[in-house]
């Protein structure tokens, strides 16, 4: 338990630390924090729109957090999130329209299974480029991301736009691929707010990532990678094989970010639909400890700032909803240089016991 | 008519390349002395907003006239060496992870141009639109003549200095040029405030001198493609010059169709394609496909100096 508190303290300090630092920021532009951070974070409380939205920003940010930690515990940073879920994405609307007219027993699955296996290819190429030949995931994930995003482009304005569109995004999905929204089970919650069953499968996926990883034989080899890699290649790890894994896994559960935007909310593959979800999950996956557990928590509260942004930009004066990626970046900043935390808490407690002599 | 669209084109390649190359060059700095760079977008961004910035107030508020971008430009370099300053802190003085670090300056910069802009010219993201004769040079001439200076004076300066030689040893070496007497983090603030004050001018390039205002998140991912071009250029200065040029080169291809490329087969090559060029050589590059690119040894490293 002391040991749970420990993991929570420290984030909780970093976003604290964020907080204030973007209080002083809100100050100097000449409008009141607490007006501001009111707007941006009780927007989130009210039910059922509140709650019912902050839930469904939630959703894939706890995907790409996901995403991000299972790179992080094999020593791999997927900055290519974005990336993959945009391929996974494309990917599931293609198959909605492509066999619209099967029946929803056959055609979610399928939808799924596309969401899922385009984000691990698309995961697994920057995976078996370091394997092979040693090149840094970092730089691929980060070319990968816009060739992706050039390619689904591509794909949408040459082949599956409706003609005289204006708007680049695909024809809608059969009705087969559709999943139902929360509220036909919640009383209370309209169905217009578009929390979808793929809430629920994000918090599945946490799960069975805690129990991949710690429950079974290959998270065990993906950990150890990441740990001490070669104190696992000579346990007779085959390092390269963990590393295409792990980022096939990674790119899979980005992936199902696809299943929440195409099957659960807009029914069609809208071009350029991601709000930055894949670089939130870096956010989330690092505020999160890179523990599921901490993922969720992480995910929920930028999926309130998020939510609330839209009412900062609407009620405020000065402050735009800017200030949600400003908190997000000094967050991250906090969490990184960990250490700054210590030698300032440290540099306190020496002159403290400096003057107690 | 064939030869007014080749110079045409070619002028647009080398106002194109401009960040590039000044933004390339900066990261060549900081990862030759083994800190990685992928902030080059952050740091293009708060050299792009402060110009546009900055030049709008001295021209409004100060009405320096001529001298305005010229000021706008100082103060440009000013901020984004401030963000390449916080960037150094965390990464040699904390030993922050740098790719996190990267990731939340680049974070922290879409947003603060945007939330300043909101406050300041209650606008969505953008600055007031500057007046023509108050920007940046613009010939494809000077700026060619002012680009070779740069690559070459840094040329020099990484080949045939003293600090080129320290800069080098440090990122491939740390421990010997420990040894040797060099002190391996003021080399590496070096590095990395360098690469603030090139990104700052490549940024300030694109809102005063290509364009007349910022827009939010106006760089779209060019301090990714100097990244890559870095890569493409095997970490080297002229290298580093020609990849910026084929990639200004690919973006002034895809502006000048509108839409798409008609091969002399009459087929079309859909823009995007083209837009992907300077990713994919990358990959292929990283991968040792066509020669080999290989980053500096102790690039990403903290250095832990032995007690």
Redesign the interface.
Known sequence: MTNLLRQLLFPLIAVVAAFIVGGI?ILL???NPIVAYRLLIGSALSWPDGIGYTLFHATPLIFTGLAVLVGFRCGL?N?GAEGQLYIAAFATAWVGITFANLSPWLLVPMCCAAAILGGAVWGAIPGV?KA??G??E???T???N??AV??V??FT??HYKVPGDPIMETSFIGYGAHIARLGKFIPGLPQRIPLNLAFLLALLACLLVYLFLWRTKWGYEIRSTGSNPSAAEYGGISIGKQIVLAMAVSGALAGMVGINDVMGYRYRYYDGFSD?YG?TG??VA?LGRNHPVGVILAALLFAVLQHGGIYVDGFSE???K?????????I??F??????FK?FLGRNALTKSARAN | MRDVFTLSLIASTIRLATPLILAALGGLFSERSGV?N?ALEGKMLAGAFTAAAVTYAADTRLHMGNASPWVGLLAAIAASTFIAA?YAI?CIK????Q???G??????????????S???F?S??STPQLPKDHLLPQSPVVIAIVILLIVGLIWYVVYHTPFGLRLRSVGEKPEAADAAGVSVNRVRYAGVLLAGVLAGIGGAYLSIGQSSLFTRNMTA?RG?IA??AL?FGKWRPVQTMLACLLFGFTEAISIQMQGAVKLPSGEDI?V??I??VP??L??VV???FIGSSR?PKALGIPYQKEK
Request: charged content about 5%.
């Open positions: 920021l532009v000449g409008d940073f900055i480029l092979r030949f090149s840094h970092v730089i691929n980060i070319m990968l816009f060739i050039a390619l482009s591509y304005q040459y930055n670089f870096i956010a690092l000065h402050v735009t800017d200030i949600v990626q400003v908190l997000q970046g000094i991250i900043l969490v990184a240089a960990e250490a700054f030698w | 990685i992928i916080i965390a904390f030993k922050a992870d790719v996190v670090s990731a939340a300056i680049n974070i922290l910069m879409i947003g603060i141009p945007g939330f300043l909101g406050a300041f209650l969505s993201g991912g990714f990244l890559a890569i859909p995007q394609f837009q992907m990713y994919v990358t990959i990283l991968a040792g980053p």
